[in-house]
């Protein structure tokens, strides 16, 4: 052989070998740690639909929230039919009544008021478990009167937090309860470049990272990027999955969504993708094992 076939061999072996190399997708439970039932959903995507899509999708728990908060309760409502699609509902406080909500609740008194309200009333399926998703366009806001106080009152009743935030508002929320668990959801929409999640990780032991919509998560070709398999060894118990339904067309590719996580999932070791894709949650939440 020429030296420029061994080259050529060589390649073809590589590419081959690369080939055999990619692993299965996940094939475990999924918890969907970002999920929105919004009244706007309702009509297209009624209750037993959304709930076939999370069965078909092996979606086994989610948390649940909405604007206003009566997706939520819908969901929490239906007792038997999400025993029956074997979906637990871990319930969230929205903060918001309407869309008005997202820009001034951090400085809105009648915001916490609703919130300790929610809270007093519960769900039918049992007590709300965090706050949010709440969202921060200006990091400053996170020092917004109320912003503290519903870090305080997260961390004094024991429930988690979903914030969208940038990075500077991760320091700013857990400096008001630094004992709060705060889940950043999309672990920064923004794209904070992984060393700085890293450092915020290592710096917040209750933070934890939610990855719909997390720019640079996986490669072209819908793998895991290596700079996030290297995060994820790191910190196998600090990573949540969710699909962020938070318009309808991600009802329509609900499934879709959740097979692309399987796939980047399964390019982790076992344990370690069963742990972002169920277990993480599953403890935060105090959920038992799926039958
Ligand atoms: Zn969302």
Known sequence: ???????????????????????????????????????????????????ARMQRAGVRAILA????????????????????????????????????????????????SMVLDELARGTAAGPYRGLGEFHLYDSANANG????????????????????VDDPA??????????????????????????RVRELMRRHPTLLGELSYRPGLTDADGHLSAPWKALFAEFPTR???????????RWSEYESLMQAARIWLGDLPPATAQRIAW????????????K
Do not use: C
Request: a neutral charge; aromatic letters at 8%; zero cysteines.
């Open 170 to 195: 991760i320091d700013l929320l857990l400096a008001h309860a630094p004992k709060a668990r705060l889940i950043w959801a999309h672990t920064g929409i923004s794209g904070a470049p992984v060393e």
């Open 239 to 249: 990573f949540l999955l969710g699909s962020d339904t938070w318009v309808n067309a």
């Open 145 to 164: 009167p109320v912003a503290a106080k519903l870090m305080r009152l997260a961390q004094n009743r024991g429930l988690a937090v979903l914030a969208h």
């Open 65 to 112: 929230n909405s604007r206003p908060n009566d997706g939520t309760k819908s969901l929490a409502a239906a007792r038997a039919q999400t025993a029956a699609a074997g979906v637990t509902i871990v319930p969230f406080v929205r903060l918001y009544r309407n869309r008005a909500d997202y820009t001034g609740w951090f400085a809105d008194e009648t915001i916490y």
């Open 279 to 290: 277990r993480n949650a599953a403890d935060l939440f105090e959920l038992a094992e799926p």
């Open 1 to 51: 052989m020429s030296a420029l076939g061994r080259v050529i061999g060589g390649l073809l072996l590589a590419i081959v070998t690369l080939g055999v190399a990619r692993a299965d997708p996940y094939v475990g439970a999924l918890f969907d740690a970002h999920l929105h039932y919004n009244d706007e959903a309702f009509a297209t995507y009624p209750l037993p639909d959304v709930l």
